[in-house]
């Protein structure tokens, strides 16, 4: 994909996701949703949205009730997760600017109505929350290799080429480790949080996305286990196969962002804001519906399925839910 001039694989993989006719900046570049490449919470239905909303009102109470009360969806996708914050009809409604963040044009296109849709961060400082769903998972990374020592990765057209062992190796990484050893260095995930809270003046950035806490463990598990591609919601090739046509992702390691005022499963977090009365509310709805249910009955029963999946700790519900708070 580049030309014979090794690249660092964090510059290899933003060529190949969003370069020109990247994998998310065509026009019929990749998404999340059942019918696109990979299946997100807010994918799963509006449950996920709904709880959100709750968070989003306790910390416009926190913050004395703002207005305007900006909430910024970064990575927003197709603007689903938008679409049930704003379903959700939080108290903090009225009050409520929110602005969807989306790179890829042709999914801002689909953003829904009552939102700002930009392709990049707002200025700050807001009053408000910003939230990351699965965004830095997908943030170009660097790649490390073991191979006697710790060494970058690099693509040319070729494939892979190691450099010299790093001059100083980054302090994650485990002293020792399997021959082939990997392990993603993601300062780009860690930049966009600093960037992200210098923006907020006082309320939170809240990061949500598949990882582990610490960069040794991952380093230990094969490679093919975090560094993953998909393509039309199937794990796709190796990543080097086919550039453009599949999207690269990594599990996050905690312990390469800045440190959070709280870290906890998803579902912790979705247990904390609410989750379980949001689905007896649905369970009760549904009862008194079932004789003769409409579209509403249906969605409030459907709730009980969404949490099952929101809340699996070998799925989404072992996600980790960074929260940094100010103000
Ligand atoms: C895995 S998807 C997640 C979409 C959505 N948040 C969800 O949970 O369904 C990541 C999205 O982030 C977008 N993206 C990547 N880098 C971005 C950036 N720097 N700013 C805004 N969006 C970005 C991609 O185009 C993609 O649509």
Known sequence: MSDAVPIPFDQFMEQALYGPEGFYMRVDGGSAGRRGDFLTSPEVGPLFGTVLATYLDSEWERLGHPDPFTVVDAGAGPGTLARSILAAAPACLDSMRYITVEVSEAQRERHPDGVESRSDLPDGPIEGVIIANELLDNLPFRLAVFDGAWREAFVDTNGERLSAPFEHVPAVLPGNAPHGARAPLTDRA???????????????????????????????????????????????????H???????????????????????????????????????????????????????????????SEAEALLDPDGLGGFLVAEYRSG
């Open 190 to 240: 860690a930049d966009w949080i600093d960037r992200a809270r210098s923006i907020v003046g006082r309320g939170s950035v809240v990061v949500i996305d598949y990882g582990v806490p610490r960069t040794s463990e991952l380093a230990l598990r094969p490679w093919r286990d975090w560094l993953r591609t998909y393509r039309g919601n199937e794990r796709g090739d190796h990543y080097l």
């Open 242 to 304: 086919a550039p453009r046509t599949q999207d690269i992702t990594t599990d996050l390691c905690f312990d390469q962002l800045p440190e959070a005022d709280a870290l906890r499963t998803q579902a912790q977090f979705l247990q904390l804001h609410g989750i379980t009365d949001r689905v007896e509310e649905g369970r009760r709805h549904w009862e008194q519906h079932a004789a003769r249910p409409d579209l509403e009955a249906m969605r409030m029963r459907s709730r009980i």
